[in-house]
């Protein structure tokens, strides 16, 4: 059963890597450009956030559950890091970590609500997405949040990796991000309670797993992810801009889903978040640099997402009989 459960999980890796690579070729047929050294860059930094939020939902989504909060609450954490450190005069080590605990207090608010006050999670999350709105705004006044006093701030993101040019140290976070939530995943209790929890929750429940003390967990991890998306953002920008963040959870959520992680929970994995992640990416620059308008752009994404979905359920039926 193992071999054909890693054998299924192996050739969804492939047709995903197999798609990645065809987006590549199909850009790199219609502008040259596109594979350049400044744009492979730009791809990997525009990356990033949008995949540290990925990797955050990819647990929860695997849990057979959605969170919609994670671009506002990624927008809360970075406002609430540059409030600790500009206006209460927190050093900015400790204003980062703060911002990193709002992002999973968040979270576990939304596994509370989830487990504890039987809220269905897109409405859990929905929820949370328009509190840490409101929340963003009035703590910010509704202005831009600088990080003053911290000339290295930036450096965190946009600063180059050992003086190579455009290999910028958001790259790295995220790569140690993802291979650190790998390890999580493929290593450790969590993944594993993680994918029986999205199989079968009621199973999992009579083994005597605690199952609601778990997807508190999962979904707190995903709000941590969501804290340190928040940096990378922030630093990029050099502030926390309150008005960000709403939009951000699509991205998110299409890149897992494309990935190959199960809407329908118990099946996913953390390096096809990371791909799908690479492909939303890819795509969006892709047809930027054809001078698609950002409209068609928003419709090609959605496109892409709906047949990743339709994709799924299909093998899932076939899988079933």
Not at 13 to 41: C, E, Q, R
Not at 146 to 153: R, V
Not at 176 to 188: D, E, G, L, R, Y
Not at 191 to 205: F, K, P, Q, V
Request: charged share 10%; proline share 2%; aromatic share 8%.
């Amino acid at each position: 059963m193992k071999n054909v459960l890693k054998n299924k999980d192996m050739s969804q890796k492939v047709i995903i890597v197999g798609t990645f690579i065809l987006l590549v070729i199909f850009f790199s047929i219609m502008n040259p450009a596109y594979i350049s050294y400044d744009n492979i860059m730009t791809v990997l930094l525009s990356t990033c956030v949008n995949g540290m939020l990925a990797i955050g939902v990819s647990f929860v989504i695997i849990t057979s559950g959605i969170d919609i909060s994670v671009g506002t609450v990624m927008t809360l954490s970075c406002v609430m890091s540059g409030t600790a450190f500009s206006v209460w005069g927190w050093p900015l080590w400790l204003a980062i970590l703060f911002g990193f605990l709002v992002g999973a207090l968040c979270g576990a608010i939304n596994g509370i609500a989830v487990t504890k006050m039987y809220l269905p999670p897109f409405i859990a999350t929905m929820a949370m997405q328009m509190i840490a709105k409101g929340l963003s705004l009035v703590i910010s006044g509704i202005k831009p949040v600088y990080f003053t006093g911290a000339p290295g701030y930036q450096k965190i993101a946009i600063g180059e990796f050992l003086g190579i040019k455009g290999f910028y140290n958001a790259i790295i976070i995220f790569i140690i991000v993802a291979i650190v939530a790998h390890i999580i995943f493929s290593k450790t209790l969590i993944g594993r309670y993680d994918l029986a929890i999205g199989s079968n929750e009621e199973a999992t429940r009579l083994s005597g797993i605690k199952v609601d003390r778990w997807k508190i967990g999962i979904y707190s991890l995903c709000g941590l992810f969501c804290g340190i998306g928040g940096l990378i953002m922030s630093s990029r920008l050099n502030s926390a801009q309150p008005q960000l963040g709403a939009g951000y959870e699509l991205d998110a959520i299409a890149a897992a889903v494309i990935g190959g992680n199960s809407l329908t929970g118990g099946e996913g994995s953390i390096i096809g978040t990371v791909i799908g992640a690479l492909i939303i990416s890819s795509l969006t620059n892709g047809l930027r640099i054809m001078q698609v308008s950002s409209e068609i752009q928003s419709a090609i994404v959605g496109i892409v997402l709906a047949l990743a979905v339709f994709i799924d359920q299909v093998r899932r039926r076939r899988e079933a009989k």
